[in-house]
């Protein structure tokens, strides 16, 4: 599975983005497919994953209630819809895929990795 994020940019606190991740292969819509973000100096962090079949959804503490993901197993894409965006939420993110559950990619990471986006939220 190859990976490609985009939508990333500069935005306002306040301020809502939406990222992409477009996937290649025939397996795409057999796995569990998440978003995870870094900013240098600090540990990789769990955003979102969302199961095969879009059933299954699980987010990070600091994004729930803000942040949505979803995704088009006909379009091979995964979407993450970013409301309410805080400085905090300034990293670089990137789009993953695992055959593992989703409970277990958030714990754990994933196998497949795209180049990440960059968010910027600042005023």
């Known amino acids: 599975v190859q990976l490609q994020a985009s939508g990333g940019g500069l935005v306002q606190p306040g301020g809502s983005l939406r990222l992409s991740c477009l996937a290649s292969?025939?397996?795409?819509?057999?796995?569990?497919m998440g978003w995870f973000r870094q900013v240098p100096g600090k540990e990789r962090e769990f955003v979102a994953d969302?199961?095969?079949?879009?059933?299954?959804?699980y987010y990070g503490d600091s994004v729930k209630g803000r942040f949505t993901i979803s995704r088009d197993n006909a379009k091979n894409t995964m979407s993450l819809q970013m409301n309410n965006l805080k400085p905090e939420d300034t990293a670089v993110y990137y789009c993953?895929?695992?055959?593992?559950?989703?409970?277990?990619?958030?714990?754990?990471?994933?196998?497949?990795w795209g180049k990440g986006t960059l968010v910027t939220v600042s005023s």
């Open positions: 292969g025939p397996t795409f819509s057999t796995y569990t």
């Open positions: 969302i199961g095969w079949n879009g059933g299954s959804k």
């Open positions: 993953a895929a695992d055959g593992k559950p989703p409970f277990l990619v958030q714990r754990h990471g994933a196998d497949y």
